[in-house]
């Protein structure tokens, strides 16, 4: 059901885009820079923002950011640039982007000695075991695809606890990062469970 959701949302949002992935890449800027600037924009806003606990502002602002990662992927094919360094450099920015998010979160939950740190920090190891697994197998020609929380579904979880905390609504943050942390963990062993398969 989520598959055939993405693949029935991934044309309308091409169509969309596509026209300012044109006007982008008219203006000279190349796939790769697109992803560099989205990845320094929701890092820097991440921590600026979210350590300081302003949460629904810097939701709007990262998220901003973070949405320029669906245009990088359209500029590559319109303009014939992709190639395995420009998905080598979108990948590393993206885990950088999500430690930044739960990282600052982190950071902030610290420095209140609150007791839902060890969940973020769950979350946070948990969703770089997700793309590791995945990275890993392919290394070793093994197709890792798939899984009930990919980065979209993590990021979307993760936001909207930010933005429900930011509205001062009781324990969402804590519902929300638990959620994550469950579901990074179980998306974990599923990939795990991918791979032995495989290798059987």
Do not use: H
């Not at 055939?4 to 949302?9: D, E, F, G, I, R």
């Not at 923002?49 to 094919?77: C, E, H, P, Q, Y």
């Not at 992709?82 to 999500?98: H, P, Q």
């Not at 770089?128 to 993590?154: D, H, M, P, Q, W």
Request: positive net charge; glycine residues 8%; charged residues 15%.
């Amino acid at each position: 059901m989520r598959l055939m959701l993405q693949n029935s949302l991934r044309a309308p949002v091409t169509r969309i885009i596509t026209p300012v992935c044109r006007g982008l890449l008219r203006l000279g800027l190349s796939a790769n820079a697109v992803s560099a600037i989205g990845a320094i924009g929701s890092s820097v806003s991440a921590i600026y923002f979210f350590s300081r606990g302003k949460f629904f502002i810097g939701v709007v602002i990262t998220l901003i950011f973070v949405l320029s990662d669906a245009l990088d992927g359209t500029m590559a094919r319109l303009s014939e640039t992709g190639s395995k360094w420009g998905a080598l450099l979108d990948s590393t920015l993206d885990r950088i982007t999500d430690a930044a998010v739960l990282g600052s979160l982190a950071y902030w939950l610290s420095q209140r000695n609150d007791q839902l740190l060890p969940v973020v920090l769950t979350a946070l190891v948990g969703g770089n075991l997700v793309s590791y697994i995945k990275a890993r197998a392919e290394s070793l020609g093994i197709e890792c695809n798939g899984g009930f929380a990919e980065r979209t579904e993590r990021l979307i979880i993760t936001f909207l606890a930010l933005t429900l905390a930011g509205l001062s609504i009781p324990y969402a943050l804590a519902i929300g990062m638990w959620i994550l942390a469950l579901a990074t963990l179980f998306t974990t062993i599923e990939r795990l469970a991918i791979v032995y398969k495989a290798t059987r």
